[in-house]
């Protein structure tokens, strides 16, 4: 598949058929592609903890908002959740490159488990300190991004930016989650 088709199939994904799990070996290879990723200064700061336990899989899926524009939707439920977890860490003084190399490393996490038919949902609205006690994470470690995932359960497309400028995505007819993006003239803003 080429990188295009990828990017264009790695749309984030919220519901997951829970009943094929991810186990912790498919977790530890998304992980080594993220370690295998770019790093500013090479400096290599993040740290990830890996969640295949169920039980802890659905503690953490309380700790998470879902889905903010999909009004009424309260998250996945029973038989689509998430089956496992990977939390990106890093300790308070790792520099002000830390959330990019953040960016980078779920990003990679998402395009890998997108060439495998997996969902990834990369999750910004959390409780840290719910999830950084539920793991046990020790003060030096700061939660930075948590990404849910599972075998995808549901389609995901993209669309043209509506007419009223929305970016907010939605569920058409048939159930399929759409991302409406800008066209390409839109986003260039010169050519030199």
């Not at 993040?46 to 039980?55: A, G, M």
């Not at 009424?72 to 439920?77: A, L, T």
Request: with cysteine; glycine share 10%; aromatic share 6%.
């Amino acid at each position: 598949m080429d990188i295009h088709s990828l990017l264009t199939q790695a749309r984030s994904c919220r519901r997951f058929i829970e009943a094929s799990p991810l186990q912790t070996p498919d977790l530890e290879w998304l992980v080594d592609c993220a370690r295998i990723s770019p790093s500013a200064r090479n400096a290599q700061v993040l740290r990830y903890v890996l969640v295949s336990s169920s039980e802890l899989c659905q503690q953490l899926i309380g700790c998470a908002g879902w889905a903010g524009a999909l009004k009424g939707w309260g998250g996945p439920s029973a038989g689509e959740r998430p089956t496992g977890f990977i939390v990106i860490t890093a300790a308070p003084e790792s520099g002000k490159w830390t959330g990019v190399d953040c960016g980078i490393a779920a990003q990679s996490i998402q395009l890998a488990a997108a060439s495998k038919g997996w969902g990834c949902c990369m999750l910004g609205s959390f409780n840290e300190e719910k999830v950084a006690a539920l793991l046990g994470l020790a003060p030096t470690q700061r939660v930075q991004l948590v990404l849910a995932l599972g075998v995808a359960g549901e389609q995901r497309r993209l669309a043209p930016m509506p007419d009223n400028g929305s970016f907010n995505y939605w569920r058409d007819e048939q159930d399929v989650h759409v991302v409406p993006k800008r066209a390409l003239a839109e986003v260039i803003s010169k050519r030199l």
